[in-house]
């Protein structure tokens, strides 16, 4: 599971993702990655130039 911390919307998440889909965004901001979507490559979390994206198990 991911947990989304001061995301600041740049929108690096949703371009490196497999499945942006499961990225999910209200006003500009990600608020939330769908567990049932996302596939757990981690990707977003590596990208985030701000370290908003936490891995938590």
Do not use: F, N
């Amino acid at each position: 599971m991911i947990a989304v911390l001061g995301c600041q919307g740049c929108g690096t998440c949703s371009r490196v993702c497999p499945v942006p889909e499961a990225i999910i965004r209200e006003g500009g901001k990600v608020v939330r990655i769908d567990p049932a979507k996302c596939k757990e490559c981690y990707e977003c979390v590596k990208a985030c130039p701000y370290g908003a994206l936490i891995i938590m198990d």
